[in-house]
């Protein structure tokens, strides 16, 4: 039976070759974007996610099978905040009628292996209450104190946004509802986001020092898109609250080979 799934960031990087997948495996796709999109809609703000979940339900009459939110942008700017981590938490909770309509709804996100890299709590946590004004007060901050500052509000939107996938995935409204709600975290991918940083030596330098990924290097936006399609397939009846790290060996290697023993005996 043909599902339907909604994709953000569908005209582009890895939510456009997720769309394009799903489109060549005779599924029906509602592509959300700013531009050349089924739905046109600014997730950076609360009145265009309202809007693209209404739009995105009309059309697909009601019933949702699927939903892989990959919108996103990595600006050291406030709108990050609002784009990485509201415009996907505001959607998917606007999405919750017309994915339980469906007798086996899925859901996926973009998380990043930014997730583990610095950030700031107080942003996190903000976002978490579900304060966007408070959030967008604080990457205000932390732009004006530069770029290297400003870039804190990546790895704090995607921190954030892999926190809220664990705490929502085993509540009655996604759990309960028989909705497995995941999280990958890719490595370096290479796409219009990453272009120009990585077309220089200095550049590729510095993002493999960050996010070292022994196993195939950088890697294309289909390693990354099928895994969301296998998330957000009829086959994936169990695996929920995982953030997994499709990463080329990143997190393996700067988190090492022991993440268990936080929670042994005596420690």
């Given at each position: 039976m043909t599902r339907t799934s909604v994709v953000t960031g569908s005209a582009s990087g890895i939510g456009a070759t997720t769309a394009r997948l799903l489109a060549e495996r005779g599924e029906r796709v509602i592509g959300i974007d700013l531009r050349n999109a089924d739905v046109e809609a600014d997730l950076s703000v609360p009145e265009g996610r309202a809007d693209a979940a209404a739009r995105a339900i009309e059309l697909a009459g009601g019933t949702i099978d699927a939903v892989i939110a990959c919108a996103g942008i990595s600006a050291p700017i406030p709108k990050t905040i609002s784009v990485n981590y509201f415009g996907v938490t505001e959607l998917l909770t606007a999405l919750l009628p017309a994915l339980a309509a469906s007798d086996a709804p899925r859901a996926a996100v973009v998380s990043s292996m930014a997730s583990?890299?610095?950030?700031?709590?107080?942003?996190?946590?903000?976002?978490?209450?579900?304060?966007?004004?408070?959030?967008?007060?604080?990457?205000?901050?932390?732009?004006?104190?530069?770029?290297?500052?400003?870039?804190?509000?990546?790895?704090?939107?995607?921190?954030?946004?892999?926190?809220?996938?664990?705490?929502?995935?085993?509540?009655?409204?996604?759990?309960?509802?028989?909705?497995?709600?995941?999280?990958?975290?890719?490595?370096?991918?290479?796409?219009?986001?990453?272009?120009?940083?990585?077309?220089?030596?200095?550049?590729?330098?510095?993002?493999?020092?960050?996010?070292?990924?022994?196993?195939?290097?950088?890697?294309?936006?289909?390693?990354?898109?099928?895994?969301?399609?296998?998330?957000?397939?009829?086959?994936?009846?169990?695996?929920?609250?995982?953030?997994?790290?499709?990463?080329?060996?990143?997190?393996?290697t700067l988190r090492g080979d022991d993440i268990w023993s936080w929670n042994d005996a005596g420690r």
């Open positions: 583990l890299q610095p950030n700031s709590a107080e942003m996190v946590e903000a976002a978490l209450a579900g304060d966007e004004a408070g959030a967008l007060r604080i990457a205000a901050e932390l732009a004006e104190q530069g770029p290297e500052a400003g870039y804190l509000v990546y790895p704090s939107s995607k921190r954030a946004l892999a926190r809220w996938v664990r705490r929502e995935s085993i509540t009655p409204a996604w759990a309960g509802a028989g909705i497995p709600l995941n999280a990958v975290a890719p490595g370096t991918v290479i796409t219009p986001m990453t272009a120009d940083l990585l077309k220089t030596p200095e550049g590729a330098a510095m993002v493999d020092a960050a996010v070292p990924m022994p196993l195939n290097y950088h890697q294309p936006p289909e390693s990354v898109a099928n895994l969301l399609i296998w998330l957000t397939s009829v086959e994936n009846s169990h695996l929920a609250g995982q953030v997994v790290y499709d990463d080329g060996g990143a997190d393996a």
